[in-house]
C-alpha cells in the first residue's frame, strides 16, 4: 500500500501558484526526500500533504481521502516537524512531548496515564528521558531537533513529514539525527517524506527522490537518477558535484 498519493496538487498563497499540479507516490516504508532550490515549494507541499493548509489536488495517505479524515484521524496517519518549530517559552521536553498526544489540550496535568506512558517511551528510545524535566529552549540544537521529533513520535502516525530536519546542524549531528530516523523507519515501519537541502546526505538517507523547481515536479527516481549533473545544473544553476559508484 502506499503511505501518500498526490495527484495535481495546487497551492495558491497570496495570489500567487505555490505549487502547480504535484504528483507524489510513497511506498509504505520508504525515505523519500523532496529536494529543489529555494523557493521551489518544498515546504509547501509538505504543509499540503500535512494538512496545514487548503490545497486543491487529490491527497491520499494509506489509501484514504485526506478530504475524508477529521484533523484528528488525519493527526494519527501523519505527524510533521516544521522547519524550524515553535519553542515555547518555559515548556518542559516532556511537556513538549505530550502535544504530540494532545494537540489541542495544554498538557496541564490532564494528559491521560495511557499519553503520560506514550510520551516517556518515546523520550527513552530517543535518548531524551533525562532531559524530561529540562527546559526545551536549554537544549542544544542537535538535542532540541530530537524533541521535535520525539513529539511527532508520540503522535504515533506511521507517516513521518520533516522538513529540513538537520537545518543548523553540523555534520555528525545531522548524521546522528537521520542515522535515528532511518531506524525507526525500520524499527517501526515509519515511512518518511523529508524536504532535504544537503543532495549528498540526501542521497545517502532516500530511496527515492523528487526534485521539485518552480511549483513543479523537475524530476524524480533513484537518488542517482536524480542527482545528475544536467539536473543540478539547470536547476539549481550550479556546478555541484554528483553521487560517485552504485547507490
Ligand atoms: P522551499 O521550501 O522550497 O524553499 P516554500 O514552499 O517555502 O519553498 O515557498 C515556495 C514559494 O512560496 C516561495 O516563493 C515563497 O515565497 C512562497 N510563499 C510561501 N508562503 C507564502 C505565503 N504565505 N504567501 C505568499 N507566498 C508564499
Ligand atoms: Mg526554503
Ligand atoms: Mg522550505
Excluded: C
Aim: aromatic content about 4%; proline content about 4%; charged content about 20%.
Amino acid at each position: 500500500m502506499n503511505a501518500l498519493e498526490a495527484r495535481g496538487v495546487r497551492v495558491t498563497l497570496g495570489g500567487a501558484t505555490i505549487l502547480d499540479g504535484v504528483d507524489l507516490t510513497v511506498a509504505a516504508g520508504e525515505w523519500v526526500a523532496v529536494i529543489g532550490p529555494n523557493g521551489a515549494g518544498k515546504s509547501t507541499m509538505l504543509r499540503a500533504v500535512g494538512g496545514l493548509l487548503p490545497a486543491a489536488g487529490a491527497i491520499s495517505i494509506f489509501g484514504t481521502s485526506t478530504g475524508r479524515l477529521s484533523r484528528r484521524q488525519r493527526a494519527r496517519l501523519v505527524a510533521t516537524v516544521a522547519q524550524s518549530p515553535v519553542v515555547p517559552a518555559g515548556m518542559a521536553v516532556l511537556d513538549y512531548v505530550l502535544l504530540g498526544r494532545t494537540p489541542y489540550v495544554p498538557p496541564l496535568g490532564r494528559e491521560s496515564t495511557a499519553d503520560l506512558a506514550a510520551a516517556r517511551e518515546v523520550l527513552t528510545r530517543l535518548d531524551l528521558h533525562r532531559f524530561a524535566r529540562r527546559e526545551l529552549a536549554t537544549l542544544s540544537g542537535g538535542e532540541r531537533q530530537r524533541v521535535f521529533l520525539a513529539r511527532a513520535l508520540a503522535q504515533g502516525a506511521p507517516l513521518l513529514l520533516l522538513d529540513e530536519p538537520t537545518t543548523a546542524l553540523d555534520i555528525g549531528h545531522q548524521q546522528e539525527v537521520l542515522d535515528l530516523v532511518d531506524g525507526l523507519r525500520r524499527d517501526r515501519g515509519l515511512t518518511v517524506l523529508a524536504t532535504m537541502h544537503d543532495l549528498s546526505i540526501a542521497g545517502e538517507y532516500a530511496d527515492r527522490m523528487v526534485l521539485l523547481a518552480g511549483g513543479r515536479v523537475a524530476a524524480s527516481g533513484t537518488p542517482r537518477e536524480v542527482l545528475t549533473e544536467e539536473l543540478l545544473a539547470t536547476h539549481y544553476g550550479a556546478r555541484v558535484r554528483v553521487i560517485e559508484g552504485d547507490h
